[in-house]
């Protein structure tokens, strides 16, 4: 019955020849892939950052009840090219998505930012958990409670009327989301 697996001496070989052309390819690294929202501009990843705290650090308390509870200052960079607008919603998902803000229709632009305290003057805010319009800083009852922060790029402008939940801009945007960008925050009060 004739052999069907190859002969050992062509794999010996077969990998010897890998071997050599791994070596001669230098120390080369491997490197790490960013994911790419689908039509990003200049090949930048849709990004959501504060000035103020890391993703994943500590929201300093100006941000919060404990402080001035004014909106903390974020940036963004990489909105695809076709977005209209920009939606934001923050949520406190350590206390049943509790929600501490709710912003849309922002003029979509490549990369640009909201000033610390920009809730207090802008339109285009619907209603937090707390009952009120704008941002509500983070407030936990107990512990660390973490913040997440999630900018939506939109290919349409929203038509919501009044001051809308985060549930009905969530029905609002289906369909519509081109990229998503997070940023997320931890805050544990002082007292």
Do not use: K
């Not at 930012?113 to 707390?130: H, V």
């Not at 009327?161 to 985060?166: L, V």
């Amino acid at each position: 019955m004739p052999r069907t697996d190859p002969p050992r001496l062509a794999i010996g070989v077969a990998f010897a020849l890998a071997g050599a052309w791994l070596a001669a390819c230098g120390d080369t690294q491997p490197t790490e892939s960013v994911m790419q929202s689908p039509g990003a501009t200049d090949g930048n990843a849709f990004t959501l950052v504060s000035p103020e705290f890391a993703d994943g650090g500590a929201i300093p308390a100006r941000y919060s009840c404990d402080g001035d509870d004014v909106s903390p200052p974020l940036e963004w960079r990489g909105t695809p090219e076709a977005a209209v607008t920009l939606a934001l919603l923050v949520e406190d998902p350590d206390a049943g998505g509790f929600v501490h803000w709710v912003v849309y229709n922002v003029d979509a632009s490549a990369s640009g930012g909201l000033p610390a305290d920009w809730s207090r003057e802008a339109e285009f805010q619907g209603s937090n958990s707390f009952g009120s319009i704008g941002y509500r800083g983070p407030c936990p009852p107990s512990g660390e409670h973490r913040y997440v922060f999630t900018l939506l790029a939109l290919d349409t402008m929203l038509e919501l009327a009044g001051s809308p939940t985060a549930d009905r801009l969530t029905d609002a945007v289906a369909g519509h989301v081109l990229a998503e960008a997070r940023l997320g925050g931890i805050y544990r009060r002082s007292r």
